[in-house]
């Protein structure tokens, strides 16, 4: 099989360092492989440690229903039975330490996934990307013309998922303080102590779940292809591929071509 001669554009070669592209016989991209096995994994491990964790983590708070001291203040919160895992503060802490080291290990080899394999570029919500956030916003929302789209995510996902890695990083690290906080106990004092440190974990699971419905919202509107791609990691006739399409189109290959990507500098 012929390996297809690199495009001219940086623009694109950053497409074409993401994932693997099958052309047919016509010269046209039918798929993208835009999730590799270790993202899929980290991605599944990490939703469903997430549910375990909230529902046990509620039922951990409702032993203690507050963030300070409970004299004179009253209960913050007591959260529905519905929505608690556990049964009582010992199993819910049995449940919540076990998937916590799911969720940490899930986050952890993702991270150096993506710093060794450079996909992180492509996900990652940089400055240039700020113009780009309302145009995508009043289409999803408003129903505003849809903006053209040149990469795989768009302005307003890369912010969503920017911000999902930082609120995760904050429930791993805030999680790790009222796990030990003799041992972390410098790290709870530039948390702003021990009571802060557990507004700051709850503010965090508050806005991870605060993130998923705009998550799912996009799934939807992208369709089910789009979702396909997250369980078994290829994508159909990606709309962001068709300048990549057009250029490959133009090169002189075999009719049918695979292109593997090489790494990025």
């Not at 790790?176 to 440190?197: E, I």
């Not at 605060?210 to 290829?234: Q, R, T």
């Amino acid at each position: 099989m012929a390996k297809a001669a690199k495009p001219n554009s940086q623009r694109d070669l950053r497409y074409l360092t993401i994932s693997d592209f099958m052309i047919s016989a016509r010269q046209r991209i039918r798929a993208a492989y835009e999730h590799p096995t270790v993202v899929r994994l980290t991605h599944w491990t990490a939703a469903i440690s997430i549910v375990v964790l909230s529902m046990t983590g509620l039922q951990i708070f409702f032993a203690f229903p507050s963030f300070g001291p409970k004299i004179p203040q009253h209960n913050f919160f007591i959260p529905p039975r519905s929505i608690r895992l556990g049964g009582w503060l010992g199993g819910a802490l049995q449940w919540h330490f076990t998937f916590m080291w799911l969720f940490i290990g899930s986050g952890v080899l993702y991270v150096l996934y993506e710093l060794i394999s450079g996909h992180y570029q492509t996900v990652l919500f940089h400055p240039r990307d700020i113009r780009g956030v309302w145009p995508m916003a009043r289409h999803y929302f408003f129903f505003g013309k849809k903006p053209e789209e040149f990469e795989p995510y768009n302005p307003l996902q890369k912010l969503a998922y920017t911000t999902a890695l930082f609120l995760g990083t904050l429930s791993m690290l805030t999680g790790l303080v009222l796990y030990k906080p003799v041992q972390f106990k410098y790290v709870a004092f530039l948390l702003g102590g021990f009571y802060l440190t557990r507004i700051w974990h709850f503010a965090a699971m508050v806005g991870l779940w605060a993130f998923l419905p705009g998550h799912l919202l996009m799934v939807a509107i992208h369709g089910w292809d789009n979702f396909a791609s997250m369980l078994y990691g290829w994508k159909k006739t990606p709309k962001y591929l068709r300048e990549a399409e057009a250029e490959v189109v133009e090169t002189n290959t075999a009719p049918a071509v695979e292109i593997r990507p090489e790494a990025r500098n």
